[in-house]
């Protein structure tokens, strides 16, 4: 099902796609055909039963050098609708379909994270880096601002004088500066990134699926919420999770703590019954 790629590599294994950009002797620049390749491949992973959780990442130990300044700039400088079709291809899966996917995403970055790989980087649900990954929004050092929605999501994620600095400036900044500025939630020695995405998608996998998309659909959704309108939408929402819960979660988290007591929502998530016991 994934292996008709040639610029994404999909592997699937214990619950967790990895799903890699893979143009790795171009640092993962992303072409035009990778962005059609992403939207394809994370388009069906959304609906893969075998995905529980999808992480982004890069082969070869790189993120994404960013957009392929010869293949999506360059090559369709004279050519608005190939430039229209790559634009567009290019936000759809770094945007639309990753800030709103229905399954937990995770970023983990290793090497370099450029220019409109910042994109992919803020809409994923969860990001880890490697201590030592060179993160540049270098944009402004050959002529363009960052674009699409990259100084947007920037500017939405970390404080002004961040946002700023690493935009205006153009300078590069390592995983322990992205962790303290809150670019991604952990930064970990290299040899150990990948045992920190697993542990997180474990703990994510632990979760009622429902609950989960539900609750980071909210913390997104109420951020551009007056008091009012965030009130109404919760509620409504809160009701959403329980029509067609398979895990009748409400119900079954309150009964294995106030009547079994066999856990302690303060600490560790209800325990899901099997797929087979939930008939899926
Ligand atoms: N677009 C196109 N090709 C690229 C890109 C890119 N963004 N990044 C790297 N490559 C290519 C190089 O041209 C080179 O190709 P070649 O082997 O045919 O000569 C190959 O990938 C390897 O790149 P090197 O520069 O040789 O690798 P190195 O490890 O020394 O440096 C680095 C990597 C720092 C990422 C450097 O390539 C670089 O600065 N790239 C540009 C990054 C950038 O500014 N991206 C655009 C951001 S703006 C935007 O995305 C909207």
């Known amino acids: 099902m994934y292996d008709n790629f040639e610029c994404v590599d999909v592997k699937l294994a214990d619950g967790i796609a990895w799903v890699r950009l893979n143009r790795p002797e171009k640092r993962n620049a992303m072409s035009p055909q990778l962005h059609e390749e992403m939207e394809a491949a994370l388009t069906t992973l959304e609906v893969d039963p075998e995905a529980k959780v999808v992480v982004v990442a890069g082969a070869g130990g790189n993120f994404s050098a960013g957009q392929d300044l010869k293949l999506f700039f360059r090559a369709n400088e004279n050519n608005p609708l190939g430039r229209k079709k790559a634009q567009r291809a290019a936000n759809r899966w ?17 090497g370099y994270c450029v220019g409109g790989a910042f994109m992919q980087l803020l809409a994923t649900d969860f990001a880890v880096a490697a201590e030592d990954a060179t993160f540049s929004l270098s944009e402004v050092n050959w002529g363009i601002l960052p674009g699409a929605l990259v100084s947007k999501v920037v500017a939405d994620t970390v404080l002004p004088r961040h946002a700023l600095y690493y935009c205006c400036l153009g300078e590069p900044f390592d ?5 303290r500025i809150g670019m991604v939630n952990f930064a970990v020695p290299p040899t150990k990134v990948e045992d920190k995405v697993t542990e997180l998608a474990n703990k994510l996998m632990a979760k009622s699926p429902r ?3 539900a609750t980071k659909q909210a913390v997104r959704n109420v951020r551009s919420m007056d008091f009012g309108q965030s009130y109404d939408y919760l509620a409504e929402k809160g009701m959403a999770i329980k029509v ?12 294995q703590f106030l009547d079994e007591k066999s856990y302690k929502p303060t600490f560790e998530p209800f325990k899901l019954g099997s797929d087979e016991e939930k008939g899926n």
Do not use: C, F, Q
């Open 94 to 110: 770094r945007w639309e379909l990753l800030y709103n996917y229905d399954k937990p995403t995770i970023a983990m970055v290793e």
């Open 175 to 179: 995983g322990k500066e992205a962790e």
């Open 244 to 255: 067609g819960d398979t895990e009748d979660s409400y119900n079954t988290g309150l009964s």
């Open 211 to 213: 609950v989960l998309r």
